[in-house]
């Protein structure tokens, strides 16, 4: 994959405008305050998956519309008293699976709750929440980034993000974790719904999106073609008339804009050759963040930018977190 | 695309064993008796795209859960008294698109319902109707063919099916038709659901599948890569456990089991090269049929099969039925 | 498809200079007096195909060189006194197939007459006139763009445009017909066609290209490796030498140079994601009309541009047209 | 390329039924005698492109209805006395290119002389030599495979044969050619060219063709994809009602029928992963040989077969033939 | 994927033929008498990556020719007492990486030493140990399956299954490690190499082969083009005399021999659609297996095969194995 | 293959600055005194390939680290006197051979020695030579393009560069050429090899490189995918530390360095739409030449350039070197 975004050196200080709606903030403080309608009803419940130095819990919480969304809980065994916990959000098309696939945070010591993405965990790795659509939610080009794009109201990503905040909520009320310490962390997709989640919940100890997704929309659709940004494009191919409309919806859902709300310490990977989610939408969030913020950057990589060779390094900002550091 | 199924010669007596449930009957019979609770309420508006010769009409009528299901009445103008009908299904991913999109039959001299296919139509061309999917819906591989595919009450097509079957009846209402005379047509998964609405209502002048999906989902899972059938090997592929499952639920809606119940005279289409609807599955199917049938065999065809070419055969076919010869 | 031409607000004003040969309204002088030699000859034989709401006829005329060139006239039935015609030239590598094919115009009550593109059909849909190709005609690349590329005398879209040219007149001596209205349409090398019988025929009610290929061939042989623009390149590629010999012919036959020539009113399509027919391709083109104009932009396609949605936006104009609107 | 084709111990006795037509002989002796009223008039004409040890002739004859023909020709500078001579025909899409091209059998101590192929030459290798077509000849699948394919005898590999058979005649005309010892070579295309030639042409030293094209077509056109034969396919797929009529033009010109009137000592050779050239489709023509043959295998190879490795291979074998030795 | 191999009833007694040389037993005796020459010199060294449940170590030990080999060893933190101990071997291209890679086995409460394969780990994930070839050793095809196939003594696999059996001595020396109970395991290359270990050491507790590699290699290179069995094809392709040399090496590693000398336990998987490791060639040695065995057939799978979904059935196999429940 | 690169107008300026190690020199003339160090000990054993106009002799010497490299000597026959001599090496992945692969120069009356580039051979064709890697040479990519890269003493193309020069040494000292007279040729990566040798001995007569490779490394990695340059940025993407490292080492090998140092006439090639060997590339190393030079550009051309159209204007450029017109 040959460098075809822009180059690092304008990249560091890539800032586009994006199209922010004016009523942003009251869109999502509605949609919380309908959320909190409902009781969180978090219930963890302890599984056996043969791993002996870990607890492992299959989690329930009621996200969006009151529906139930699962999880994993992982702790440290025998760990005294309450951890910081890490609330992980998954990559596109993938499910929370099984407790053995979520092993590192534990292993280093803290809690950690995996939020199965609602629909989602038929292409690559298993998912358990259904996603129950409101009335008005299709057609749409299949996968899920144009479920419901004909308004805010019934865009899936509404709903997404609604659990996710809700995760964090049911991570705070778990057992053994300190209410008071939960970073947010995810790649892909899951970056993208760590920095709306970053963006909606003030209080947070940090947050660690790797080569987010769901950022500037408009430009996405444009310079690639690879999925799944290019549901958009095909959604539009075939819907002409509805170009607007549909980044009218995109603009409440657009990573640049919660990056600018975002106040807890950073960090972000990208990899330079990306084409699935390219640089230039990275950047284009990482640069309004306000407040203390890092970037890794992999020249050579495309979507898998650092793989386990940024666990380490996330695992130390965990650590330099106050109070994390065990 | 080189020949990749068996040889024509086999293909012709191809009758392969398919696992039909014991209470396939009962469970449509039940569920199209579910769907009649809810009033027809056809509604056939007259509407204006430039086509002297003919009458367009947008039409809606309620199908499963009383949902309003889209779609286009066509009617050559001037037309004097109550013509045949043909009632069409729509490929795979595509919608009813414009009035124009479907000038074929009515400027054959008949009356033509084409209708919408729930919650399609953002791929190719556009669709108007959504698919509200009931609670335990999903997760699903991104498309159609495995949503809600875990039990037969459930799964999308028991919704379409039920709408196909009542597009009959609107299309019966509609003013200027002769309810006596009513055909079904259509390719692929329109060829598919044609299948199914002549295995349902017993009353059909004829049945016009051209390619037809959703014939032996189980040979075809493993004998294609191509979408969309490569959606079920997908699942499948995440989803380890529930191999009986899928196929139990697939099996209230093969067309396979529905061709053995098909009396209404048909003229099917094929091609050797498809490898979207393997020649095979299409042979399964209409080797099953008791009745008065036909199939043009294209051999160097993929899933084209015979295009415009295959036009005046259709038209052929249905001038020969009792009473359409005009 | 990424977006990969210039920007659309760029090729809103994209001017390039292109080469028009000093004698480029000579050549064609002369190429069309040596055509009017041969008599018309234009013979309209009625064929039935099951149409009953229209006329349908098959056509034979004398094109370049006096060679029989085919085609279809569709008229719908039982319309009185002589009608506006639509003369239409179809896309790359495709025939007149059959009349099944083309009803649309005459569904919206005109006369439509459909021209075989003389060599092609042997692709997509079928054709049935053959080129017979004077001396000096190859080697060429496999296709069409470099049949006898070696000197305008010898190529290969001098006897289509002269045939087109011609096809316009057989429309014109058509029965039902009114000679003083007729238009000409296509997309992609329909496009290019209509550009170049525009240019040539002064006294036209209108033009509509879509995606028109033929347009600016440097460039599209520079910027575009898909088919059929890239058989230009493919046989520099091995014609090392020929390469200004190859453009000085091109030269001849640019829908640019055409465009500048029209004073029909006109209606353009454009896809800018077209990598067949690149958006600035088109732009050089349309930009160089003089007249009346308007271009539909598909932002999110590639060469399908408008499909079946850009059909009511050409009865719109064809309508608005004096005389057309019935 | 993994083996798609049979086991070569199969391979090895195929012999599949292939239609002969009863005029075969009739048809080719027509054939030639329509040639030979056409002066033959070689013309060798010394050239210099710094080949020191050979001397260099641009050769021209006339072949199939008088056209000119190209090709060069090669010889040890120095020779004494008149050599023996291969004539050789080109792969598909290449034309003679440079005599540097062709500096094999000149520096094996025999005299060369390359045939162009009339209209091709524009794909890989530069050709010389028109193919004028006679009328009735297309359309046509883009190539050459079925150029005038609906009737022997406006068949372009008619005229391609038969400038073949003339090229033998040219080689026996040539200064310094001992015309009593002649062989015909070639692989692909050149390799079904020199088996025509070979059964056509009744005293030739022997025949060498390496993977050749043109050999039981029906086969071929149902095992493989792969370009050229995909050309049959895609005609057909068009005109899908010219099956038999183009396989009745097609067994005139089948390797398999040319093979069977083969007396020259032969050496063959083929790839068992060749898509291009099944192996079953060259071990039907090699099978029917009735004389001295021989056939090198080379299992993991496509259609590359021996490539530089089997040139010592023909070199060996045609210092065996009588006369050769040097 | 379709399936492409054998059906799952052919499978399951599928027991080919496979040459196995006379001297293989003297072969490998001799190999690992050799390497015995050199000492172990087992280090591990705690490394800190920040996982605060377990205990990590780099570690070194003696190979073939006394090269060091890297590894890391992990452990669960706190655990009393001597562990049973899985020794791992990574699939064809990737390294050892970091100790955030292997967390599975040691958080379920085993030691777990991972050895990297020479040569290997700039593919996908690091390697950190070179492979110091011996005289005679290439030229090759790129990648690692021919590097030195000319002849056992100096083929690749030769030293990497030497290095594997010193990887179980260094296991065995390991701090905290029960010497007696060790198993193998590893996936693609790595199952390969398990099952290659588990023919050569007696004395283990258990092999876990997931997809193996390296079985049955002459109908892998004729079945399959996926990498890295291709690079067979591709090396015969050019070397077109070393057919029966290089299957004459390849003999002495192929997993089909080194099954039927397995006695410890086994636990294999295989997915029916896997084009990289054919599901023949894992049947092939799976059925020669002796001793206690079973398979988990993922029918819809790839190369993926159980992926994370098979974690906890090999978790359960190993605490059925004797003094594995802990 | 479109142009992706500068515009020809840029190229023939473009002068992009180039790291160059300020012990570049020192380096190089400490490698080739090593090499030196062994005695070069060239043997020339004529062998017989059937051809009768040239002598062909197989050719051993003594490469890097004392190691033989194998080649071909090609002579015409009978030439009286010592010869001009073209000293030739291969594109990336093949090896020597066949004499009867190499007859060009010395059909053109020149001594011809091709060199076998150790370790290669196996992909396209065969060689003979393997690369003997001394202690840490790897791990690597698969190819040759990382072996050895972590340090210029290691790296693969010291070897392959000092084995080159000392070709030179060893054309010198072969029978029947005259050593004042040597010119070296190569395309792509032979190319590449040229332009070091002849950066690296003074006298040389010329120097003839097609589509170099091995030039501008940093950029190649960025802007083309295509093998081989993809080599490097597939290791940087796993090996993310190494980037400085890598680029520091290939700073040693770099065309465009080599390139100032080279006053012996240069006759260059390059293809528009190369995209193995991206132009820019190319063009970096020409314009950094000093003395005589000249480039043929091939528009319309990808990696093959002008093929054998160049061969042509390669004899040419000899005939008009001082001494070699014959």
Redesign the interface.
């Known amino acids: 994959?040959?460098?075809f975004d822009l180059p690092l050196e304008t990249l560091r200080t890539y800032a586009p405008p994006v199209h922010e709606p004016a009523n942003f903030d009251a869109f999502w403080r509605g949609t919380l305050e309908e959320a909190r309608a409902f009781p969180l009803d978090a219930r963890f419940e302890e599984v056996d998956?043969?791993?002996?130095?870990?607890n492992t819990f299959d989690v329930t919480f009621r996200g969006s519309g009151g529906q139930p969304v699962k999880g994993w809980l992982l702790r440290?065994?025998?760990a005294g008293g309450d951890l910081p916990c890490v609330v992980e959000f998954i990559g596109y098309?993938g499910?929370r699976?099984?407790p053995?696939?979520w092993?590192?945070y534990?292993?280093?010591?803290y809690a950690h709750l995996v939020m199965d993405t609602r629909?989602?965990?038929?292409?690559?790795?298993?998912?358990?929440?259904?996603?129950?659509?409101p009335?008005?939610?299709?057609?749409?080009?299949?996968?899920?980034l144009?479920r419901g794009v004909r308004s805010p109201q019934t865009y899936y990503y509404r709903r997404v993000f609604t659990d996710a905040v809700r995760a964090v909520a049911a991570a705070r009320a778990a057992p053994g974790v300190d209410a008071t310490r939960v970073a947010v962390a995810g790649g892909s997709q899951g970056g993208g719904i760590s920095l709306a989640v970053a963006g909606l919940v003030p209080d947070l100890a940090g947050v660690l999106p790797d080569v987010p997704f769901l950022c500037h929309f408009r430009r996405a659709?444009?310079?690639?073609?690879a999925a799944p940004y290019n549901e958009v494009?095909?959604?539009?191919?075939?819907?002409?008339d509805a170009?607007e409309e549909v980044f009218g919806t995109l603009a409440y859902f657009d990573g640049v804009s919660f990056a600018s709300r975002i106040h807890a310490p950073a960090l972000f990977s990208v990899g330079l050759?990306d084409e699935v989610c390219p640089p230039s939408t990275v950047f284009a969030a990482y640069n309004r963040l306000p407040g203390r913020k890092d970037i890794r950057v992999?020249?050579?990589?495309?979507h898998?930018a650092?793989?386990?060779?940024h666990?380490?390094e996330r695992?130390?900002f965990l650590?330099g977190l106050s109070g994390w550091a065990?």
Chains 1, 2, 3, 4, 5, 6 share one sequence.
């Not at 534990?106 to 010591?109: C, L």
């Not at 009335?135 to 899920?144: E, L, M, R, V, W």
Request: zero cysteines; charged letters at 20%; hydrophobic letters at 30%.
């Open positions: 994959m040959a460098l998956f043969g791993l002996r130095s870990l440290p065994r025998n098309g499910g699976g099984l053995t696939d092993l590192t534990a292993s280093a010591g629909g989602q965990g038929s292409v690559w790795r298993r998912g358990d929440t259904p996603d129950l659509a009335d008005g939610d299709n057609p749409q080009y299949p996968g899920f144009t659709s444009e310079i690639t073609n494009a095909g959604y539009l191919r075939v819907h002409r170009v050759m992999y020249p050579y990589s495309g898998e650092g793989e386990g060779v666990v380490p695992l130390r650590r065990g």
